[in-house]
């Protein structure tokens, strides 16, 4: 069954932290996106990643494709990093929608 | 924010009834994608329209159609409705690659009354 799995499922962190949220995926899956749903919402790309590491800002993503998992790191978190934060992955082909995992809600506190 | 528009907003309707939601994407991108996030299920991708003509098809209901006009924006219809219809609708929109990353409008929050 292609599909995604995060965890945990809620965070709950001190401002400042550093924070880790992982993703696991089946096989097949060539691309693995996160993205970032905001309390009203809106539903912002952050990274997609088919090998390596990105960063951007204070958010780094890696993946290990051996492995099938990726990891989202945020460092020194902020209040406003509070958020859903989403992995989906991308299969191979033509289709490119993508198949997502159910979240985590990530709440830093002041 | 990401160029790509939704509309309306917001949408209260009764059971049984018909509705159209809009998506215009970014300018310049040929995908479009449809995805539904409610309470239970999450976000499922819905279907996608490449350049006017479907490419893929999700957990898309017989109720559900969509279109990708020539001027690229799409429009989702949800008919029949029912109170579990009830959920943000998504579209995103990409260039044309498979791979790569996807622009998302701002939702289109549908209660079924």
């Known amino acids: 069954k292609n599909e995604v799995e995060q965890s945990p499922q809620n965070l709950t962190a001190q401002e400042g932290e550093f924070i880790t949220i992982n993703c696991s995926y089946s096989?097949?899956?060539?691309?693995l996106h996160w993205l970032q749903q905001h309390p009203g919402g809106g539903i912002v790309s952050l990274f997609m990643?088919?090998?390596g590491k990105k960063k951007h800002g204070r958010l780094i993503a890696t993946i290990n494709i051996q492995e099938k998992h990726s990891s989202l790191h945020i460092t020194a978190s902020h209040p406003r990093d509070s958020a859903v934060y989403i992995c989906?992955?991308?299969?191979?082909?033509?289709?490119?929608?993508?198949?997502f995992g159910k979240g985590t809600k990530l709440s830093v506190k002041p | 924010d990401s160029g790509v528009t939704q509309t309306p907003k917001h949408l209260i309707t009764a059971t049984g009834q018909r509705v159209t939601l809009r998506c215009s994407p970014r300018s310049g991108d040929l995908s479009v994608y449809w995805y539904q996030q409610s309470l239970d299920q999450g976000l499922q991708f819905l279907i996608q329209?490449?350049?006017?003509?479907?490419?893929a098809k999700g957990n898309i209901l017989e109720r559900f159609s969509a279109q990708q006009f020539p001027d690229l924006h799409s429009e989702l219809n949800l008919s029949s409705l029912e109170l579990g219809d009830s959920a943000l609708y998504f579209c995103?929109?990409?260039?044309?690659?498979?791979?790569?990353?996807?622009?998302f409008g701002p939702g289109t929050r549908l209660l079924v009354l």
């Open positions: 989906a992955g991308n299969y191979g082909g033509s289709q490119g929608n993508l198949i």
């Open positions: 329209y490449y350049n006017g003509e479907e490419r």
């Open positions: 096989v097949g899956i060539s691309a």
């Open positions: 995103a929109s990409t260039r044309d690659r498979a791979q790569e990353t996807q622009y």
């Open positions: 990643l088919s090998s």
